[in-house]
């Protein structure tokens, strides 16, 4: 089972402006009260990799011990920003079950 969650926020302000405010992630908990943190690791570019962590004390902490960075997926200045950020704790890629969970799966119980 793969768990996928996905946040839009609407604001009622003209695209530039908005888009002044979005593009400086490390201001990000400036004016948002659920954001401890927010970072990239360069310029603001598809492929830029980036870090957040939730406010909250105890989830920040666990968030920012488990959460791999996010990743720019898409960029269209003024218009839209796309991050995408793998579940904290979850395999970052995957190619299928290893051999060994396969032999568990298909040997014979012990009766």
Do not use: C, D, I, K
């Amino acid at each position: 089972m793969t768990w996928h969650r996905t946040e839009s926020q609407w604001f009622n302000l003209p695209a530039g402006a908005l888009w002044e405010v979005l593009s400086e992630v490390r201001t990000w908990p400036e004016w948002n009260p659920a954001v401890g943190e927010a970072g990239l690791g360069s310029a603001l570019a598809e492929g830029t990799r980036g870090h957040y962590a939730p406010a909250q004390r105890l989830l920040g902490a666990l968030h920012r011990r488990t959460a791999p960075g996010f990743t720019v997926t898409q960029v269209e200045p003024g218009r839209r920003l796309v991050l995408r950020q793998p579940q904290p704790g979850a395999p970052r890629r995957s190619s299928g079950p290893s051999r060994s969970a396969t032999a568990a799966r298909s040997s014979p119980s012990a009766s």
